[in-house]
């Protein structure tokens, strides 16, 4: 089963130090070693984003920063494991010394129900992955 | 550039309520549109934060919260990764996405770090030679 491991940031923040990197690339190490990192990404502060807002009436943009968003994503990771449990491991091994991380299941396909309504987008969403990433079927 | 499309989680998502048909249907034909344009490079839906956890740092220790979370808008229910030319073009592909609850929704847009937004040094190769390894297997 998949994770998403979401690593939490407060307000506008900066780029990592060259030596946290470090650290953190000793971590992901270890993670690729074991064969259960499948992906991992930082962001960009948020004023470097958007918000859009949808209603009724229509899709609405905000730039960022955002000041109502208290909880705002630093990064994340992507884990193939065996439970909770072992993400839960793996997590409490990153090198932080204070903050929160998330930890959330990724829906795979055969976690949808399957009925008729259902069953062309699901087929679809498992033929792309099929192919590899999705991004590998277009080249 | 890349961008990290985030969608937030509403009483719907984060109750476990599948999509109807015709956001189902809208949906698929978005994604096929982001697919042949070379835009889509990966996404996930997430399930409830009733099945996850948060993890506590401070200092040497780690203490662990089950969910659910009870801030619902500032929860994640899904997200894409694009690849555009730039922050307008993420935010004009995100402007055409049908929108995901029917009524109100939030949808963030975030640029992913890349290796040319660091000065070059050792720790930065060994980082971002990881994330490719790990993106190759």
């Given at each position: 089963m998949?994770?998403m ?8 923040y900066?780029?990592p ?59 994340f ?27 959330r ?21 498992k ?13 | ?15 476990g ?42 200092g ?18 899904g ?33 992913l ?25």
């Amino acid at each position: 089963m998949r994770f998403m491991v979401i690593v939490k940031a407060t307000g506008e923040y900066g780029s990592p130090s060259p030596e946290e990197l470090a650290e953190m690339g000793r971590y992901n190490e270890k993670l690729i070693e074991a064969g259960v990192m499948k992906g991992g990404e930082g962001l960009l502060p948020p004023s470097k984003g958007a918000l859009v807002r949808f209603s009724k009436a229509g899709p609405t943009v905000v730039d960022g920063p955002f000041s109502e968003t208290k909880e705002l994503i630093g990064g994340f990771w992507i884990l193939d494991v065996k439970s909770k449990e072992e993400c839960l491991e793996w997590v409490k091994q990153i090198p932080f010394g204070e903050g929160e991380v998330e930890v959330r299941q990724i829906a795979e396909v055969e976690d949808f129900t399957r009925d008729e309504v259902s069953a062309p987008a699901l087929d679809q969403e498992k033929a792309w992955r099929e192919r590899g990433d999705w991004d590998q079927q277009i080249g | 550039m890349r961008f990290m499309v985030i969608v937030h989680a509403t009483r719907d998502t984060e109750a476990g309520v599948m999509p109807g048909e015709e956001l189902l249907e809208a949906m698929g034909k978005y994604n096929a549109e982001l697919v042949k344009a070379g835009v889509m490079l990966d996404g996930a839906g997430l399930q409830p934060s009733s099945k996850g956890a948060r993890v506590h740092f401070s200092g040497d220790r780690t203490r662990v919260v089950d969910g659910p979370f009870t801030e619902t808008k500032e929860l994640i229910a899904g997200y894409s990764v694009l690849q555009c030319n730039s922050r307008e073009e993420a935010i004009e592909w995100v402007r055409r996405m049908p929108n995901p609850t029917g009524e109100e929704g939030i949808v963030e847009i975030r640029q992913l770090y890349e290796l040319d937004d660091f000065g070059p040094s050792e720790a930065i190769e060994t980082h971002f030679r990881g994330q490719d390894h790990a993106a190759a297997r």
